[in-house]
């Protein structure tokens, strides 16, 4: 079946660090593939996305491409704030059309941020 | 446009109470609809999908119940909640190849 793995943490960083949150996936086929943020206390809001092999998604100072090659999903920022701490979830879609689901999500990676 | 609503937000319950969660969706047509739950500091563990009226997986085994009595509304239901069951439950939906849309969450707690 599909997999998604990632870091758990927490994962503890200065502000205007630079980020890397790892993602590898387990697909039959070529997924859609999403990260996700959640903030405390709310449901999950999609921060970016990617639907084919080399696309980069990229959104608020995030960024994530697509690697078929190496069936990876990254999250990368460049300098991070505080307002950044929240669980961020990797996940993958195989859509097969019929009735069977193929929407896939990781553990969650909870970020922290110290000023 | 889509939105999607989740009630209520917080709920306090005695073991061995009923629980009944709504989700309804606006602005889109026939839906998969989800119903997740995340027990504190842990992920995403998926309870029931469905992808169609009356059509209703479930993922694990539990002292809970789905059901999806119109094209665009989710019921989580319990006939007897346990404390196991407190955590923060999440609806979601999407359609074909779409990434998948949350509400804002319940926090269950049973007492």
């Known amino acids: 079946g599909n997999s998604v793995t990632q870091m758990e943490g927490p994962v503890t960083l200065s502000e205007e660090a630079f980020l890397t949150i790892n993602c590898t996936y387990t697909?039959?086929?070529?997924?859609?593939l999403f990260w996700y943020v959640q903030y405390p206390g709310e449901g999950l809001q999609l921060l970016l996305k990617?639907?084919?092999?080399?696309d980069k998604g990229s959104n608020k100072g995030f960024e994530a491409t697509y690697r078929k090659e190496t069936t990876s999903f990254h999250l990368e920022k460049g300098s991070v704030q505080v307002s950044d701490s929240a669980v961020y979830f990797c996940?993958?879609?195989?859509?097969?059309?019929?009735?069977?689901?193929?929407?896939?999500f990781g553990k969650g990676t909870h970020l922290i941020i110290q000023p | 446009s889509q939105t999607i609503h989740q009630w209520p937000a917080t709920l306090v319950q005695p073991v061995g109470s009923p629980l009944s969660l709504e989700c309804t969706v606006e602005?889109?047509?026939?839906?998969?609809l989800y119903w997740y739950r995340q027990a504190a500091g842990r992920g995403l563990q998926l309870l029931f999908y469905?992808?169609?009226?009356?059509?209703i997986s479930s993922e694990v085994p539990q002292n809970l119940s789905a059901s999806r009595p119109q094209d665009r509304q989710f019921i989580l239901s319990s006939k007897k909640l346990l404390l196991s069951d407190s955590g923060f439950y999440l609806c979601?939906?999407?359609?074909?190849?779409?990434?998948?849309?949350f509400g804002q969450g319940t926090r269950l707690t049973v007492v």
């Open positions: 979601a939906w999407r359609l074909g190849t779409t990434e998948a849309f």
């Open positions: 697909a039959t086929g070529y997924p859609s």
């Open positions: 990617a639907t084919k092999a080399d």
């Open positions: 996940a993958l879609l195989m859509y097969s059309g019929g009735g069977a689901d193929g929407l896939t």
């Open positions: 602005g889109t047509s026939n839906p998969n």
């Open positions: 469905s992808v169609g009226i009356g059509q």
